[in-house]
Structure formats: structure tokens, C-alpha cells
T-cell receptor, first 111, second 117 residues
Framework: ELKVEQNPLFLSMQEGKNYTIYCNYSTTSDRLYWYRQDPGKSLESLFVLLSNGAVKQEGRLMASLDTKARLSTLHITAAVHDLSATYFCAVDPPGGSRLTFGEGTQLTVNP | GAVVSQHPSWVICKSGTSVKIECRSLDFQATTMFWYRQFPKQSLMLMATSNEGSKATYEQGVEKDKFLINHASLTLSTLTVTSAHPEDSSFYIC?????????????FGPGTRLTVL
């Protein structure tokens, strides 16, 4: 059974600071996704990582994938209040499109 | 492109009644649709996977007779919560795959918040 774990689950940080959210998964995977969810809203797709060593950046967020370590990171640079949300990683097992989600990381960026 | 809608956005119903939630892919044909449930402060849990024209595949622990899923066309799937009870109150999110962009990428709907009184 595929398990996906995120760390930390809750994160409070000041504006301007950097931080990394980690996503570990238990079996090999074809793809890894990062999503953002605002309170009361559905998921917003941030990144899709397809291969070992993949790195993608959008604004203050950068995601990377190490398939050998079964680890993905979401790095936040110079955080701003607008980044406050819950971030989920999700993993797609080989041969299927049945996503397994991590527990989510609730990020609060304080002024 | 790849827009998924859900209707209604929120619904409040009395215990014992049935509620139908629609999920539509607006600009692509969705060969597969997924239904998720999310309780407050928790992650998304996959309830079932449905392919157009065939019976849905339910995850372990999800009652197929309580959560009826119909995927009648390539653009529409419905989830009916039968004889709803307060414990069914949750945020239900559908997703669809099979359209433009990456193959098998899931595109998520905006969600439906169900409150059962």
C-alpha cells in the first residue's frame, strides 16, 4: 500500500523567511503532484514532477523530486502572506492514475 | 482548458434524504472520474473511481449502496448520497482525467460542501 507522508503538518513562519516542506512516499511512483488548497476551496495544481531530479519553479515556490530517495520538497523563498494555505503532495503509482495524498501542510505566513 | 465544474457548490439537507452531486468536464472528455471526500482539517480520501459506461470501483470501507456513482457520459458523473446522515457531512470533490495536457492528469472540481442536519 502506497503511503505518503508530509512534514511538517503545521508551519508558521514570518514573511521574508525561507522554508521547505517535505513529502516522502513509500513505493515507486510515476508522478508526484503538489497542490494548494485555500480554506473552503478545492485544489489548485501547482506542480507535476515526472522524473528523477525534476525541478520546477513558479514565483516563490520551487518543487523538486528525488525518486531514488522517494522524496519531494517544496521550497518557499521569502514567504509572503498570500502563500498562507494548505499544501498537499500526491503520488501516482506506476501504471495508474489513482492519487494518494499526503496529510497536508498547513502554512501560515505572519506579517 | 481542462475545467471541471461541480453542482451544487453547497447543500444543506435533512437527515434521511438523498442528495445528488454533479461533476462535469466542461471542455474535454473525461474517460475517468474520481470522487474524493475531505473532512475538516484532513486530507482528501478517494471514495471511488468511475469510467464512462461501467460500474464504479469503490475504495475499501466506502459503502457502494450509500454512495451511488453514475458516469453516464464522457462529461458527466454523479454522486448520490442516499439516506444521508450527519456523519456524511463533508466536502466532496470530484476530479476528471482523459483530456488535454498530460495523459491521466486529474483536474479537480471546485467541491461541494454537504451539511446534513
Amino acid at each position: 500500500e502506497l503511503k505518503v507522508e508530509q512534514n511538517p503538518l503545521f508551519l508558521s513562519m514570518q514573511e521574508g523567511k525561507n522554508y521547505t516542506i517535505y513529502c516522502n512516499y513509500s513505493t515507486t511512483s510515476d508522478r508526484l503532484y503538489w497542490y494548494r488548497q485555500d480554506p473552503g476551496k478545492s485544489l489548485e495544481s501547482l506542480f507535476v514532477l515526472l522524473s528523477n531530479g525534476a525541478v520546477k519553479q513558479e514565483g516563490r515556490l520551487m518543487a523538486s523530486l528525488d525518486t531514488k530517495a522517494r522524496l519531494s520538497t517544496l521550497h518557499i523563498t521569502a514567504a509572503v502572506h498570500d502563500l498562507s494555505a494548505t499544501y498537499f503532495c500526491a503520488v501516482d503509482p506506476p501504471g495508474g492514475s489513482r492519487l494518494t495524498f499526503g496529510e497536508g501542510t498547513q502554512l501560515t505566513v505572519n506579517p | 482548458g481542462a475545467v471541471v465544474s461541480q453542482h451544487p457548490s453547497w447543500v444543506i439537507c435533512k437527515s434521511g434524504t438523498s442528495v445528488k452531486i454533479e461533476c462535469r468536464s466542461l471542455d474535454f472528455q473525461a474517460t475517468t472520474m474520481f470522487w474524493y471526500r475531505q473532512f475538516p482539517k484532513q486530507s482528501l480520501m478517494l471514495m471511488a473511481t468511475s469510467n464512462e459506461g461501467s460500474k464504479a470501483t469503490y475504495e475499501q470501507g466506502v459503502e457502494k449502496d450509500k454512495f451511488l456513482i453514475n458516469h453516464a457520459s464522457l462529461t458527466l458523473s454523479t454522486l448520490t448520497v442516499t439516506s444521508a446522515h450527519p456523519e456524511d457531512s463533508s466536502f466532496y470533490i470530484c476530479s476528471a482525467s482523459g483530456g488535454t495536457g498530460l495523459a491521466d492528469t486529474q483536474y479537480f472540481g471546485p467541491g461541494t460542501r454537504l451539511t446534513v442536519l
